[in-house]
């Protein structure tokens, strides 16, 4: 009997299970803890929607009470009206801002003259390129030595010196520095400025590495000569100062420093060109560099600061290359092109003012910074930025209405159908419907915005309602601006009663981070999420226990089913035929 070609594990034929059928068995055995497990996921998600909602609506409250608090004047860092603007009459002459710290009022400015930086050329070199024969060194950008002159000393600073400058820092440029006391803290401190008041980067006195221009203290240097790094030795004693003492104060310790030049060496084959270049190629003092450069045949030497502290000096040291060039002679110019000069300001008439630099002066009027253009006149007014101060309070009602309206879109219904023929509308509920003290801070905000007080409403300052979605809406800008240009003060008194109230209304659901209403809806969310995970998980780990014993089940029987299978073939094939050559024979 043949046998080949036919299967004897064909699944119709003999009841074979297949895989699909086993999966088919094992979910079928399953399906209600399946649906069980669906549903603790599906609640775990829906708290978790929540919680999303909460912590978006915190974001939105904190971001209205940050507002709030501000124009409440609880945050120390802003203050109302604080803004400053910068009017200047002729901007040709000077460009003026004015920062929050400034005065309001007007001042008269005179610029008499701009700081000049300072430059001097040679004698005309018929052949630039050539070589000059001209062979020594000399000193430029300061003299062949650095000197530490004292001119205020006192029985705390009792003396300077000049010295080494220290490894990878840049020598003080030339001028007069001062050394300032004060006491903070119950301690003495000390600190190096310039002749402008400017303080200077020093090394640490502490002892650490790097260099500092803040505060240090006095005892770290009582007693000792104190090395700045920066080519200064300045010596202190061990006395206690009797009193504080500041920049440009008559006993107030100073010294005139002058730094020492860049080093040039000149060979017989240098042209004037070499010359330039290894000039511009040398290192200089703080304050002290400058540029050379070739113009008709003459070489041009000019301070890259302006400014009389920063006039070109130099020295002959062997030969006499400055002198035959007739650059310097004796210390002086030969051919000066533009003195070296300081910025002139006269301000309302009876104070004039003496500046090296002509932009970024922000200690000529406190709070203010001043660009010079050019000599002339000007009024400078500083006011209240008006501008800044509506925008403020317009940031408090935009925030107000993004904190509402989510409010109000979650804590409500919203229309999903007006429905149709003798059909009712139907709505769908916000993620946060039902939660009674969420809807009672809608009404509370509310209240504030409508409430009238003190010294008036928003109505007043053009804001309205809007009926349709409760927003706040400024519908008369002109009354705004009018308002706040006319009466600032009352104006600032409505809008801090406002926002005070604002900020009464959301403490207790946002001040305390811990016990605050939506901080413990927060951690009770946080709570039932976790608790819903954790029996999902179990529940997981039991269905996927569950479905490994049954498949393992299905599996054992189709083996023993597939057992029989071979069994029965086993017997038609060698039994069988035994039997019916038996019966043939």
Same mark, same amino acid.
């Given at each position: ?37 669906? @549903?603790?996921?599906?609640?775990? /998600? =829906?708290?978790? #929607?929540? $919680? !999303?909602?909460?912590? *978006?609506? &915190?974001?939105?409250? %904190? ?19 604080? @803004?400053?603007?910068?009017?200047? /009459? =002729?901007?040709? #002459?000077? $460009? !003026?801002?004015?920062? *929050?710290? &400034?005065?309001?009022? %007007? ?38 030595? &650095? ?439």
């Amino acid at each position: 009997m043949a046998t080949t070609g036919v299967s004897l594990y064909n699944q119709e034929t003999w009841g074979y299970l297949s895989s699909a059928s086993i999966n088919a068995l094992v979910a079928t055995a399953l399906a209600q803890k399946q649906k069980q497990l669906s @549903a603790l996921q599906q609640k775990a /998600s =829906d708290l978790q #929607v929540v $919680r !999303a909602a909460i912590s *978006d609506l &915190a974001t939105k409250l %904190s971001a209205l009470d940050a507002v709030a608090e501000q124009l409440a004047g609880l945050s120390p860092s802003y203050t109302f009206g604080a @803004a400053r603007t910068a009017t200047v /009459s =002729d901007a040709t #002459v000077i $460009r !003026a801002s004015a920062a *929050d710290a &400034a005065s309001t009022g %007007s001042f008269s400015l005179n610029v008499m003259q701009l700081a000049k930086a300072h430059s001097i050329r040679s004698a005309q070199i018929s052949q630039p390129a050539e070589p000059l024969g001209l062979s020594g060194t000399f000193y430029i950008g300061g003299l062949a030595s &650095a000197a530490a002159s004292a001119e205020v000393t006192d029985t705390v600073v009792t003396g300077f010196a000049a010295a080494p400058v220290g490894e990878g820092l840049a020598q003080l440029g030339s001028g007069a520095y001062y050394v300032e006391l004060r006491q903070y803290a119950g301690a003495w401190q000390f600190r190096l400025v310039d002749e402008e008041g400017s303080a200077v980067e020093i090394a640490r006195a502490d002892g650490q590495p790097g260099t500092t221009s803040t505060w240090q203290s006095l005892s770290a240097v009582a007693g000792r000569d104190f090395d700045t790094g920066r080519g200064l030795v300045i010596s202190f004693s061990e006395a206690e100062p009797a009193s504080a003492k500041y920049f440009g104060e008559a006993g107030a310790p100073r010294v005139r420093y002058t730094a020492q030049g860049a080093l040039i060496s000149v060979q017989a084959g240098d042209s004037l060109l070499d010359i330039r270049d290894k000039i511009n190629a040398a290192t200089y003092a703080a304050g002290n560099e400058l540029t050379a450069s070739v113009v008709d045949r003459h070489l041009v030497l000019a301070a890259r600061r302006t400014g009389e502290r920063f006039a070109i000096r130099g020295e002959d040291v062997e030969g006499s290359i400055l002198a035959s060039l007739e650059l310097l002679s004796g210390g002086s110019p030969v051919h000066e092109l533009q003195a070296a000069q300081n910025a002139l300001i006269t301000v309302n008439g009876t104070l004039t003012v003496s500046r090296s630099r002509n932009s970024g002066l922000t200690d000529v009027i406190s709070g203010v910074t001043l660009d010079l253009l050019k000599a002339g006149t000007a009024e400078l007014t500083v006011g209240v930025d008006l501008s800044a101060a509506q925008n403020k309070i317009q940031e408090l009602v935009a925030k107000f209405n993004d904190a509402i309206g989510y409010l109000r879109a979650k804590t409500g219904l919203t229309l999903s159908s007006s429905g149709g023929y003798k059909e009712n509308p139907t709505y769908s509920r916000g993620t946060l419907y039902g939660d009674s003290l969420l809807a009672g801070l809608r009404y509370s905000l509310h209240q504030v915005l409508l409430a009238r007080y003190e010294h008036g409403s928003l109505a007043q300052l053009g804001f309205s309602i809007d009926g349709t979605n409760m927003t706040i809406r400024l519908t008369d800008s002109a009354a705004l601006s009018s308002a706040l240009a006319n009466d600032f003060q009352s104006v600032a008194a409505l809008v801090k009663e406002v926002a005070a109230a604002v900020n009464s209304a959301l403490d207790p659901y946002i001040e305390d981070a811990n016990e605050s209403i939506i901080a413990r809806r927060g951690a009770d969310l946080d709570k039932q999420i976790g608790m819903y995970d954790k029996r999902v998980k179990q529940t997981q780990e039991r269905l996927q226990a569950e479905e490994t014993n049954l498949r393992n089940q299905y599996y054992r029987l189709q083996q023993q089913f597939v057992a029989s299978l071979q069994r029965q073939q086993e017997w038609l094939v060698f039994g069988g035929a035994g039997l019916l050559g038996g019966l043939l024979g």
